[in-house]
């Protein structure tokens, strides 16, 4: 936020300045926060006033709160610090930064079954967000091709799926001028319904979105089911609908936990998937993944040629600029993890899910909507009317360092307020003991408060 000149000239003077005392004469300066000073400082000055501010962020280990990993070994972190000046996109400069983004690629598109009679192709992006974009950006371009051949209008593209997507693609109907067209929830159901979806189709559906990992829940979506029901809607109506599969979180978790269900490139209709690196692709912010099952699936228009080697690289991105250290950090992942390591890892974050949640569910008070059985990630409402709500147990938990956040779940269950865990690598059984004593505690607490005013509201962050 931008403050008044005015704000600022009224702020008490103690508001208006940073005071670094330390043990050193030069340090004794006021340093202005809101306009640069004239003056330089030294670098350890600089250094330490703003670690010290940092302090007050939330420690980001006990931020149960995110899906964005909070550990990663030393190793990567020093790859990271060693390619942080390598700017991605300078592919002509840095050509093995791209090959290793290539590898990345195929490896990917391998975890999710891309045919082998088909030419898949993909890139890296800052996250899935803007992999969702360009994802939804296929779909419109290929719907407008289609509807031109066809000398229809196209005006009115939608995009239809379930109220539990994430906000990047409330984002992408808006920026793209599409009408969402959303399967609301019903009842104990918080994510798509494939006969619904189906119903809600007809020729501007630039395409369905299912999600690998529903951020409300930790659920996955019934992808095969939907695309049954969507087959058997081009066999009734002769409308042909594509897939974009949005596995932020369990585009690393299915393939390696659940190899057996059908959800990626195995299914005819899943034309494009996104996932985030940086989620349980176990990287740091910020790096995401799109791979597209054919080349013919991603539009020509929407192709940029950058020089490459003396060859032109095809390029496909929102965003321009950005380090390569996400990209070898994730590729450092592959090598070192291989399939084993991926695979334990996530396997140990769904055992202590499971844990977690069923423990959580005999402290009494709660009732779980999810156990994290299918991204490690659950939520739990409350059973009945008590003294304290989930934003009270939300706050108490802050006090202790954890951020479990606690939210309203979409439109027409909005009534219900559930919390939310989500198990990231890193996360013990320790830890997770503690968060339980915590819990417990919290709920002896509340059992002793008489006259305990509940909030009825909240404003936790839910991601
Ligand atoms: C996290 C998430 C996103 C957004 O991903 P970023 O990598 O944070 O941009 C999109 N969709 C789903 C389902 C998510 O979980």
């Given at each position: 936020m931008i403050f008044k000149k005015e704000h600022l000239e009224n702020l008490p003077e103690t508001e208006k300045v940073?005071?670094?005392?330390?043990?050193?004469?030069?340090?004794?300066t006021k340093v202005a926060k809101y306009k640069m000073e004239e003056e330089s400082m030294l670098p350890r000055t600089a250094y330490g006033i703003i670690s010290d501010e940092l302090?007050?962020?939330?420690n980001s280990r006990l931020n149960l709160a995110t899906f964005v990993s909070t550990w990663m070994e030393p190793e990567a972190k020093q790859l990271m610090m060693d390619t942080l000046d390598k700017n991605m996109i300078d592919k002509d400069e840095y050509p093995q930064t791209a090959e290793i983004e290539n590898r990345c690629v195929n490896i990917i598109a391998n975890l999710w079954n891309s045919p082998d009679d088909k030419d898949s192709i993909g890139c890296s992006t800052i996250g899935s967000s803007e992999a969702c974009m360009l994802g939804g950006m296929a779909f419109k371009w290929k719907w407008k091709e289609k509807m031109k051949k066809l000398k229809k209008s196209t005006d009115k593209p939608n995009l239809v799926m379930g109220m539990n997507v994430q906000v990047c693609w409330d984002k992408f109907c808006r920026y793209w001028e599409i009408e969402p067209r959303f399967v609301y929830c019903e009842g104990d159901r918080f994510t798509i319904d494939p006969k619904k979806a189906a119903e809600l189709?007809?020729?501007?559906?630039?395409g369905v979105v299912c999600i690998m990992g529903s951020t409300f829940d930790g659920s996955y979506e019934p992808v095969q089911q939907v695309s049954e029901e969507l087959d058997k809607l081009q066999k009734e109506k002769g409308l042909d609908i594509p897939i974009h599969v949005d596995?932020?979180?369990g585009g690393f978790i299915a393939p390696f936990l659940d190899p057996d269900l059908l959800w990626d490139f195995r299914l005819d209709r899943i034309k494009s998937i996104n996932t985030s690196g940086h989620k349980y692709g176990l990287v740091y912010p910020g790096v995401g993944w799109v791979v597209w099952r054919?080349?013919?699936?991603?539009?020509?228009?929407?192709i940029f040629y950058v020089d490459y080697l003396g060859g032109k690289m095809a390029t496909f991105a929102i965003n321009f600029s950005r380090p390569g250290s996400q990209i070898c950090a994730q590729y450092y992942n592959f090598l070192r993890l291989g399939k084993k390591g991926y695979r334990e890892i996530q396997q140990t974050c769904r055992d202590i899910a499971l844990y977690l949640s069923s423990e959580i569910e005999k402290m009494g008070p709660f009732k779980l909507?999810?156990?994290?059985?299918?991204?490690p990630v659950f939520a739990w409402a409350l059973k009945e009317e008590t003294n304290f709500s989930l934003y009270d147990m939300a706050d108490k938990l802050r006090e202790h360092g954890w951020l479990v956040p606690a939210y309203k779940m979409p439109a027409n269950r909005q009534d219900l307020v559930v919390q939310r865990i989500v198990v990231k690598n890193a996360f013990s059984y320790d830890l997770a003991n503690m968060l339980l004593k915590d819990m417990k505690k919290n709920l002896d607490f509340f059992s002793t408060q008489k006259g305990f005013i509940k909030k009825e509201e909240g404003h936790h962050f839910r991601h």
């Open positions: 940073i005071l670094p005392v330390y043990a050193r004469d030069s340090l004794k302090i007050l962020d939330g189709c007809d020729e501007n559906t630039i596995a932020a979180s054919d080349k013919e699936d991603l539009p020509e228009d929407l909507i999810t156990k994290g059985d299918d991204i």
